[in-house]
């Protein structure tokens, strides 16, 4: 038997596509300017966590919350139905 030959610009099972993508490169520029925006903001601020009230700098909380937001992002954006 002869191996199956596909189309001259078709992937291959486990090959990769071009490493620079347009989203690639979207999603690195929105990185870069929510971490400009996250560290231009240090002041301190009173934030309530449920019940306690706690006094952080503004940038640690948005950090935070920009940690979260990307794992959760990204963990139900692997998942495959």
Known sequence: MTPKTSEP???RSG???PAVTPRRVAVLLLA???LIFI???TR???I???IPEV???LSTALLVGAAIGSFF???FMRRKP
């Open 9 to 11: 610009g078709a992937r």
């Open 15 to 17: 090959e990769r596509g």
């Open 32 to 34: 870069v300017f929510a």
């Open 39 to 41: 560290f231009q903001n």
């Open 44 to 46: 301190h601020i009173r």
């Open 48 to 50: 309530r966590l449920l």
């Open 55 to 57: 006094t952080m700098p």
């Open 73 to 75: 992002g990204a963990y």
